[in-house]
């Protein structure tokens, strides 16, 4: 088969231009970058995640919520993400430096959250919305998650983190609805999405 060889060649040639625009080419673009001191406040940006935070990530891995939310501001030439209020400016590749997987989200089945830490900063509002979201958000079509609360009896006292819920959602006399500690990492995650910091390439 003397063609053997060139269909050897176009083949290798096919998939080695593929291999260097989808991976050399970008890894040579982005593979070195790192946290920028932020002229403005003298801090680095972005930083690493705590703890709780990066383990509230998991929870919002586990429950699917990258199904419905991204997490991408587009600039303003492709849509209308900054004028809604989803963020100050256009997301870029440093944002997303220590997430590790980046979570970009398919669709938009609810608001983006790449700033939902700043748009939304109460840790009570995010347990509500988690409990039953159309509680915080009239109309949404948010599936309610109320496997990650407790229902328990009041004890001595009621605990301080016992949601104050309207009827008819109140859990009945002498009980609360508490937070697990899945719906608390969650909300950590949440608060720690702040893409908000002045980046020279996101001008």
């Known amino acids: 088969m003397k063609y053997g060889p060139l269909l050897f060649l176009g083949f290798f040639l096919t998939v080695a231009s593929s291999w260097c625009g989808l991976v050399l080419i970008p890894q040579i673009q982005f593979g070195g970058q790192q946290a920028i001191?932020?002229?403005e406040t003298g801090e680095f940006y972005p930083?690493?995640?705590?703890?709780?935070?990066?383990?509230?990530?998991?929870?919002?891995?586990?429950?699917?919520?990258?199904?419905c939310h991204s997490q991408q501001v587009r600039a303003e030439s492709f849509g209308s993400d900054i004028a809604r209020n989803w963020g100050p400016r256009r997301t870029v590749s440093r944002d997303y430096l220590y997430d590790k997987p980046v979570l970009l989200g398919t669709m938009r089945t609810g608001p983006d959250l790449t700033n939902i830490g700043l748009r939304q900063a109460s840790v009570f509002w995010h347990l509500l919305h988690f409990y039953n979201p159309r509680?915080?958000?009239?109309?949404?079509?948010?599936?309610?998650?109320?496997?990650?609360?407790e229902k328990r009896r009041i004890g001595a006292r009621p605990s301080p983190e016992a949601l104050t819920l309207?009827?008819?959602?109140?859990?009945?006399?002498?009980?609360?609805?508490?937070?697990?500690?899945?719906?608390?990492l969650l909300v950590q995650y949440m608060l720690s999405l702040k893409a908000n910091a002045p980046l020279p390439e996101a001008k």
């Open 37 to 39: 001191k932020v002229e």
């Open 47 to 67: 930083q690493q995640r705590p703890g709780q935070a990066e383990q509230g990530m998991q929870v919002y891995r586990a429950n699917g919520c990258i199904y």
């Open 135 to 149: 509680l915080t958000s009239k109309g949404s079509i948010m599936p309610a998650f109320p496997y990650l609360f």
């Open 166 to 184: 309207p009827a008819p959602n109140a859990p009945g006399p002498n009980y609360e609805i508490v937070p697990k500690a899945e719906a608390r």
